[in-house]
């Protein structure tokens, strides 16, 4: 693509002034606009860089205009300024968390360099798109200080709260100096915010994923009522009560805020902690479709896959009428397997015990979703999926 490029709506809307309307930039497929519309908001515009994300959120949302445009880099062909976008009541922003997040801190950090003392083109490049992604924020100043919307929300990691220079010797640590900069210039320009630490999973996703959200609203305005206030259970007070959000420890200085770890759920009467209903991931799952058995493959798994999956199954006795020596070459090629998979995935188990995926339930969370707090049946043996 040469140039930013405008894309009208592909249904007009029936009236023009009579809702209350929004402004989503970085809009990726559309899941922020498609909260933004249950909340009772018209999306007027949508904006993001990538056509193909432009495409599939125009066929969920014919009713916003939209651009296919970066909104960050004045050099690039397809520029177009967050200033020109046009006003709304509400202005939201999934500001870039990819170089926000602990998992991804770029080289420097790690090195505790800067740009200037590093000589790598490669790095050069991942550190000129890591500030892009950063630089998404200061979208958000540009369009407030050019159309003061009423209200905006911000949604990024909670490692955003750490945006700023490299803390002198802690690694992938930011001081958080550019985030209250950055606060404190919408202060300026006539906002009050309240930033949330909420968890997906009380909210209907099959999926434990903590965000955090940034919300601004004229001073003139009341500040609205976002406190989270989930019907939960209390095992003391024996009945349902509206839980309370409460702090554990704060926000650390990586910024990396975490439901059970920094927060929790308490009653409001005796202070106790509860736990919210939460969705479970056997919500997202498809149970029409199984796949297929391993031992209905066509195309047999790696020797390494099927040693390890003969181990589950009889894990005190020899590998299918394998030699000694067999079992133990066997062994030892599944461990190489083991070492080349991205351990940041795997939590150990007790010794002797295989360990779980992070975020796999583990029994007291399956139990909470079975009626009567039930231990769930033993499941069927193990499937491989069709497809790479």
Known sequence: MTAAQWRPALQRRRFKHDTLVAVDAFSGFGGLTQGIELAGFDVIMAANHN???VRVHEANHPNAEHWIADLVNREASDYHSARDLPAADLFTAGISCVNHSQANTQKAYEEGLTLFDLEDAEYEARVTRSERDRATAICVLQ???QHHPRVM????????????????????????????????????????????????MFFGVGQSRDRGYWVFWDKKLPAP??????????????TIVQAVWSWKTGVPPTGSVRYGKQYNYRCPSCYREVIPPSTPSLDALDLSNLGTRIGD???????????????????????????????????????????????????????????????????????????????????????????P
Request: one cysteine or more; charged letters at 25%.
């Open 51 to 53: 056509e193909y994300k």
């Open 143 to 145: 369009y407030a200080a």
């Open 153 to 200: 929300l911000i949604e990024c990691t909670t490692e955003f709260a750490s945006w700023g220079q490299l803390v002198p010797g802690k690694r992938k640590v930011g001081d958080g100096s550019t985030y209250r900069w950055w606060l404190k210039q919408l202060g300026l320009l006539g906002y009050n915010h309240k930033v949330l630490y909420l968890n997906s």
């Open 225 to 238: 009522d976002l406190d989270h206030r989930p019907e939960s259970w209390c095992e003391k007070c024996q």
């Open 297 to 387: 493959r066509a195309k047999p798994l790696a020797a390494a896959t099927m040693a390890r999956a003969e181990r589950c199954r009889h894990p005190d006795e020899p590998l299918g009428g394998m030699t000694d020596a067999e079992a133990a070459a066997s062994q030892e090629e599944a461990t190489r397997a083991l070492r080349g998979a991205d351990r940041r995935n795997l939590r150990g188990g007790r010794p002797g015990q295989p360990g779980r995926l992070v975020g796999a339930p583990g029994p007291s969370s399956c139990q909470q979703h079975l009626p009567g707090g039930g231990v769930p049946a033993r499941p069927e043996p193990l499937r491989a999926l069709d497809g």
